[in-house]
């Protein structure tokens, strides 16, 4: 693997914004330092003062592969992925066939080695009977397990109770879970239904999967977590009155961490008007107020890490009513350009961006080598102009799907160059389809 030196770099890492060069030797950062300019390296890269970061680790992301491919696959989102600075993902376990035990997780490994330009893992997939395979699964063989507490895209809900107590119990890794509570959602659709038939407002896609759907669920597994002092990721946190179930502070050490998506932080009903089932996802795009709330708990350290979940349908499918729209945005490509927005607007540092989508993921999964500017650490590095704001335009969009939520909206940043491992994977508007990923190690978190 040829060397690569990177000079006059504004490098973001652990709290610090300073100037210096990265040398990358073997894959890996061999230094960090203020003048390593006369080092040899095989080629150079010249940031010119631009900024440096570790890549974004992605804790949630949907490829629809195996058995969802008109959609998307691993190879396609893992070029966008690179092209938006991700530089590894973790996949979510509602395709088809579901992820449900361990010769399917090591099938989409398999794959992913293949195909995939980013680093990978995947998530082991809950259902009301496979308590054996959550009971047996080696630590390290999955990021997680995926407990869908509240149904959305797919037939993947845990809604017997014996049957959550088991895995909040014996599960021997991190349990992300989807909150909402289906009964509650099933009342709010009739009573919608009844009032509309079938031509339900999109407007009202917040007020069916509702704020009370949230608590309800996102209560039940907290309670669980601490019943059993297992360790819960509640995933894509959605509304302010959840967030007194979480604490402030740094996320190494704790037992119950919590996710916020770029959606959630970016969109609020008021977009329905103009986006209508382009934004229409699982848990809902809730009020302004709820937008701000979670925007407040980022930068208090009380939303541990801020993910994607990348769930891509086509425009076609999209296309139809309320209820027949699917659920679900593509992300990964405008993720990290969107919470520029935020750094411009003054409402986050880029060392809290930096924090929230590198070391706190890397930290909270406890995985190994990757998540920070170390030497010896994995170069999985990206490098934005975060200069001036960027309008994203149908044309450049990756996705299989061809489109993104963003268009006609601004971005904070641009994405000039991701290193995977220490190999460019993209640089200026270019994926080099030669790279692959790794599959990511984990140390235990039970
Ligand atoms: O909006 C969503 N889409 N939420 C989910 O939980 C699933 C996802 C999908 O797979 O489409």
Redesign the pocket.
């Known amino acids: 693997m040829p060397s690569l030196l990177i000079v006059n770099a504004e490098v973001v890492n652990e709290g610090r914004r300073f100037e210096a060069d990265v040398l990358v030797q073997d894959g890996r950062i061999a230094a960090v330092g203020p003048d390593l300019q006369g080092r040899p390296a095989e080629r150079v890269l010249d940031a010119g003062g631009r900024l440096l970061l570790p890549g974004m680790i992605d804790d949630q992301v949907?490829f629809r592969e195996p058995g969802l491919t008109h959609k998307a696959d691993l190879q396609s989102e893992s070029r966008a992925a690179v092209a938006g600075g991700i530089t590894s993902f973790m996949e979510?376990p509602?395709c088809k066939p579901p992820t449900l035990d361990a010769e399917r997780l090591a099938a989409k490994c398999a794959r992913a080695a293949e195909v995939s330009r980013a680093n990978y893992a995947f998530y082991l997939g809950a259902s009301n009977d496979n308590i054996d395979a959550i009971r047996s699964l080696p630590v390290g063989d999955a990021c997680g397990v995926k407990v869908?507490m509240g149904a959305?895209?797919?037939s993947m809900l845990v809604d017997d109770p014996t049957v959550l107590d088991a895995i909040f119990r014996d599960s021997p890794v991190l349990i992300a879970t989807?909150c909402e509570d289906t009964p509650t959602i099933l009342a709010n659709e009739a009573k919608y239904r009844e009032r509309y038939g079938e031509d339900v407002p999109m407007e009202a896609h917040p007020l069916i999967r509702s704020e009370a759907a949230c608590l309800k669920s996102s209560t039940l597994a907290v309670e669980l977590a601490r019943r059993h002092d297992a360790r819960l990721h509640v995933l894509?946190l959605t509304t302010a009155r959840e967030l007194a179930l979480f604490e402030p502070g740094p996320v190494a050490g704790k037992r119950i961490s919590v996710e916020a998506c770029v959606h959630h932080l970016y969109f609020d009903e008021r977009d329905y008007a103009d986006k209508g089932a382009l934004i229409?996802?699982?848990?809902a795009i809730k009020r302004a107020e709820d937008r701000e709330a979670l925007l407040a708990a980022v930068a208090e350290d009380r939303i541990d890490v801020i993910a994607t979940?990348h769930?891509?349908?086509l425009l076609e499918e999209k296309d139809g009513t309320y209820f027949q729209a699917?659920?679900?945005?593509p992300l990964v490509q405008d993720a990290l350009p969107s919470l520029f927005h935020h750094v411009h607007a003054g409402r986050l540092s880029v060392e809290q961006v930096v924090r929230k989508t590198s070391h706190a993921v890397a930290e909270c999964f406890n995985l190994q080598e990757r998540g920070f500017i170390r030497e010896g650490y994995w170069a999985d590095l990206v490098l934005v102009d975060a200069s001036s704001p960027v309008e994203r335009t149908r044309d450049q969009v990756l996705y299989k799907c061809g489109w993104s939520p963003f268009e006609g909206r601004e971005l904070g940043a641009r994405i000039i160059a991701t290193l995977v491992n220490g190999e460019v994977a993209y640089e200026n508007g270019r994926v080099d389809d030669a790279v692959r990923g790794r599959r990511l190690a984990f140390g235990p978190t039970r």
């Open positions: 949907h979510m509602n869908f959305s895209t797919g989807h894509h229409k996802c699982n848990p979940d769930a891509p349908h699917p659920a679900g945005l």
